[in-house]
């Protein structure tokens, strides 16, 4: 079965750093596509970042988080990960990996859309101190 596990998530000064990282197994090579999305508290989930698959990986980013967070990934190792930089006090949220498969469409034209992913992580908590 497919699962998603994040992991990572802690407490950090505001200019820190952090790498988050998502496990995931049960994806057949039919194809899948692996994004980030967080969550503060009393909001949406907002998209992050997208996307990482068993193709080529076209990466996407909210336009606010251009050029601080980067997404990357190990195939091999079942792994995705999204690299957090330059960190303020608005980053604080639950970060959840997220998964589109099977992948039946194109993906990442509506990337940042809850509703085109298909298997959600439980989420990791990332707090950044002022």
């Known amino acids: 079965e497919v699962q998603l596990q994040a992991s990572g998530g802690g407490l950090v000064q505001a200019g820190g750093s952090l790498r988050l990282s998502c496990a995931f197994s049960?994806?057949?090579?039919?194809?899948?596509?692996i994004g980030w999305f967080r969550q503060a508290p009393g909001k949406g989930r907002e998209g992050v970042a997208c996307c990482i698959s068993d193709g080529h990986d076209d990466t996407y980013y909210a336009d606010s988080l251009k050029g601080r967070f980067t997404i990357s990934g190990d195939i091999a190792k079942r792994t995705a990960d999204l690299q957090m930089n330059i960190l303020n006090p608005e980053d604080t949220a639950v970060y959840y990996c997220?998964?589109?498969?099977?992948?039946?469409?194109?993906?990442?034209?509506?990337?940042?859309?809850?509703?085109?992913?298909?298997?959600w992580g439980q989420g990791t908590q990332v707090t950044v101190s002022s």
């Open positions: 049960g994806f057949s090579f039919n194809g899948y596509a």
């Open positions: 997220a998964a589109i498969y099977p992948v039946i469409t194109p993906y990442g034209v509506n990337w940042w859309q809850e509703s085109e992913y298909d298997y």
